[in-house]
C-alpha cells in the first residue's frame, strides 16, 4: 500500500526558507513532485522530479525553490527560499507512475508566509 507523508511545514515570515520532506512508502521508484494549494484556488504543479533527476518547475518559484530525492530513504524533498505571501497554501506531495496513470497523494502540509 502507497502512503506518502509530507512533513516540514510551519509558519515563516517572507524572504525566509522552509524545507519540506514527503517519505513514501510501499512504492516502486518513479516520478515524485510537489503540488499546492491556496485557500480559494485550484492546485497548482510546484516542482517534480524523475527518477533520472531531471527536474521540472512552476515559473513562479524558478530560482527560490529546488526539489530533491534521496531514493535509499525513498524521500522527496523540497527547499523553499526567498518565501513570498504568495507561496502560502497546503502542500501535497505527489507519486505518479506514468505508464499506467496512477497518481498518488499525501495529506499536505501546511505553509505559510507572513509578510
Known amino acids: 500500500q502507497v502512503q506518502l507523508v509530507e512533513s516540514g511545514g510551519g509558519l515563516v515570515q517572507a524572504g525566509g526558507s522552509l524545507r519540506l520532506s514527503c517519505a513514501a512508502s510501499?512504492?516502486?521508484?518513479?516520478?515524485m513532485g510537489w503540488y499546492r494549494q491556496a485557500t480559494g484556488k485550484q492546485r497548482e504543479l510546484v516542482a517534480t522530479?524523475?527518477?533520472?533527476?531531471?527536474?521540472n518547475y512552476a515559473d513562479s518559484v524558478k530560482g527560490r525553490f529546488t526539489i530533491s530525492r534521496e531514493d535509499a530513504k525513498n524521500t522527496v524533498y523540497l527547499q523553499m527560499n526567498s518565501l513570498e505571501p504568495e507561496d502560502t497554501g497546503v502542500y501535497y506531495c505527489?507519486?505518479?507512475?506514468?505508464?499506467?496513470?496512477?497518481?498518488?497523494w499525501g495529506k499536505g502540509t501546511l505553509v505559510t508566509v507572513s509578510s
Open positions: 505527489n507519486l505518479v507512475y506514468p505508464v499506467v496513470g496512477r497518481n498518488y
Open positions: 510501499g512504492i516502486i521508484l518513479s516520478t
Open positions: 522530479i524523475t527518477t533520472g533527476r531531471s527536474s
